[in-house]
């Protein structure tokens, strides 16, 4: 069975950078799996961020960014500021066509 | 602007069926692949189904296989979700999102606000 592993949790300081990231419980998560991002607030719909690895949604600032790194799929955000805390899914495309989602990682900004 | 608004949730009990809809607009949308994401209260994102753009193919979730039916309406704007046989595991937000490209290998980039789908005796 696949699984996408996200980090359960992690904290920023306000101005730090963190760096989520995105896995699979077998293998590297590579461009093919189109890697994307979204980030959500208690009570509201999921926002995307990034989509396709590397492509920023519109009207997303570029303080968010995306890579892959090593054999993970990553979000970087640059300059963390207070909304910045959220829940962080990401998502990766299987071969088959089936999309799975990671757990969330749920980000503090402390 | 992308709007997105979906409509059709409610109760239902175990074993019933419910038909959601996505009303489109701010696109064109006969152009564009369609996907519903679910979402139980507390827990996270669980992608359900996709539509190609001309409905030519469609995936499911191992979780909803056979049970649920994704379709659209090109003329209406419209895409829709069928669920049969519903189970206490189904009740979530039901989530629609617009594919960036055509074809089911790309993500979704925007997103409706959602419909609560309730399954209970």
């Known amino acids: 069975q696949t699984v996408v592993t996200q980090e359960p949790s992690f904290s920023v300081s306000p101005g730090g950078t963190v760096t989520l990231t995105c896995g699979l419980n077998?293998?590297?998560?590579?461009?093919?799996?189109?890697p994307s991002w979204y980030q959500q607030t208690p009570g509201q719909a999921p926002r995307t961020l990034i989509y396709?690895?590397?492509t920023r949604s519109s009207g997303v600032p570029d303080r968010f960014s995306g890579s892959i790194l090593g054999n993970k799929a990553a979000l970087t955000i640059t300059g963390a500021q207070a909304d910045d805390e959220s829940d962080y899914y990401c998502?990766?495309?299987?071969?088959?066509?089936?999309?799975?989602f990671g757990g969330g990682t749920k980000l503090t900004v402390l | 602007q992308v709007q997105l608004v979906e409509s059709g949730g409610g109760v239902v009990q175990p074993g019933g069926s419910l038909r959601l809809s996505c009303a489109a607009s701010?696109?064109?949308?006969?152009?564009?692949?369609m996907h519903w994401v679910r979402q139980a209260p507390g827990k996270g994102l669980e992608w359900v189904t996709f539509?190609?753009?001309?409905?030519?193919?469609?995936y499911y979730a191992d979780s909803v296989k056979g049970r649920f039916t994704i379709s659209r309406d090109s003329s209406k704007n419209t895409l829709y979700l069928q669920m049969n046989s519903l189970k206490t595991e189904d009740t979530a937000f039901y989530y629609c999102?617009?594919?960036?490209?055509?074809?089911?290998?790309?993500?979704?980039?925007?997103w409706g606000q959602g419909t609560l789908v309730t399954v209970s005796s």
């Open positions: 999102a617009k594919a960036v490209g055509a074809t089911v290998r790309t993500s979704f980039d925007y």
């Open positions: 701010g696109f064109t949308f006969s152009s564009y692949g």
């Open positions: 539509i190609r753009f001309d409905g030519s193919n469609k």
């Open positions: 077998s293998g590297s998560v590579s461009t093919n799996y189109f």
């Open positions: 396709s690895t590397n």
């Open positions: 998502v990766l495309c299987m071969s088959s066509g089936i999309w799975v």
